[in-house]
């Protein structure tokens, strides 16, 4: 089964800001089966970003997916106060799914 | 407008069964696969299982196989997962969303499991 791990646990930034949040893989991963979800409080999660670099429809310009190796980063270029949330990636092989353990986005 | 809406959630003992629902509409629900996610009290979302549009391919988590059984009714744009022999462990928000190529690009709202005695 394909591990995620995802860093950092906890990232504290202003608006405004640059955000990196980080996937990696255990394994090798398509990048066609590599998705980013967006999730805030009581509700339910929102996809962003499919095929690693994909964004989904309605999704704004200042969140790119990108991929290194088995490294997958989702980048905010500027921090909106709405962007303020959890964030998962996740991946499909073998026919399974998994998601990673997700990172926060604090307002510091 | 795409909306699903799950249903069938509550409190159980462990050791007995339940039947969630998922109601489509808004898009030709016999040409998506669809799957349950589920998400524990604090924690992230965790995979249960998927079935193929046609109900042909079925997938679980190890965590629930054996256990839980995933179905659809394409006539009544509908998506089941009948859980038995629930554990405390199952407890959760169960989302249903909608399957294109290889992620989820529609989620419900969700319907709360609670096992406990």
């Known amino acids: 089964e394909v591990v995620l791990t995802q860093s950092p646990g906890t990232l504290s930034l202003s608006p405004g800001e640059r955000a990196t949040l980080s996937c990696r893989a255990s394994q090798s991963v398509t990048s066609g089966y590599l998705a980013w979800y967006q ?20 999704i704004p310009d200042r ?27 996740q991946q499909y092989s073998g026919s399974r799914f998994t998601f990673g353990p997700g990172t926060r986005v604090d307002i510091k | 407008e795409v909306q699903l809406v799950e249903s069938g959630g509550g409190l159980v003992q ?6 969630l629902s998922c109601a489509a509409s808004g898009f030709m629900f ?7 996610v589920r998400q524990a009290p604090g924690k992230g979302l965790e995979w249960v299982s998927s079935i193929s549009w046609s109900g042909d391919s079925i997938g679980f988590a190890d965590s629930v ?20 022999s629930l554990r405390a462990e199952d407890t ?7 399957g294109t190529l290889n992620y989820m690009d529609v989620w419900g709202k969700g319907t709360t499991v609670t096992v406990s005695s």
Not at chain 2, 65 to 84: E, H, V
Not at chain 2, 92 to 98: G, Q
Request: aromatic share 14%.
């Open chain 2, 30 to 36: 016999d040409e998506y696969d669809m799957h349950w």
């Open chain 2, 14 to 19: 462990p050791g007995r069964s339940l039947r």
């Open chain 1, 39 to 58: 999730q805030k409080p009581g509700q339910a999660p929102r996809l962003l970003i499919y095929g690693a670099s994909s964004r989904a429809t309605g």
């Open chain 2, 92 to 98: 959760a928000l169960y989302y249903c969303a909608k």
């Open chain 1, 63 to 89: 969140f790119t997916g990108s991929r290194s190796g088995t490294d997958f980063t989702l980048t905010i270029s500027r921090l909106e106060p709405d962007d303020f949330a959890v964030y998962y990636c």
């Open chain 2, 65 to 84: 196989k054996g256990r839980f059984t995933i179905s659809r009714d394409n006539a009544k744009n509908s998506l089941y997962l009948q859980m038995n």
